[in-house]
């Protein structure tokens, strides 16, 4: 299973967050961003809700959080 998209969702969330709140801290979007990762961490994926993620995705999903 492909779990891409999701990440590329999330991704583009957070560069549409990113131009939309240009005059706050860049902290205030990783905070989003990062809440949004921990939903999706937990199995609240975005390409089938009812299917939790494989536990080698979340760590994939951690150390992607840790390059932003």
Do not use: V
């Amino acid at each position: 299973m492909d779990y891409q998209p999701a990440f590329a969702e999330l991704e583009y969330e957070h560069k549409k967050r990113k131009t939309r709140y240009r005059g706050l801290k860049k902290n205030t979007n990783r905070l989003a961003t990062l809440a949004a990762l921990a939903n999706l961490m937990m199995g609240d994926d975005f390409c089938c809700p009812h299917r939790a993620i494989a536990p080698e995705m979340r760590l994939q999903g951690a150390e992607w959080a840790e390059n932003r």
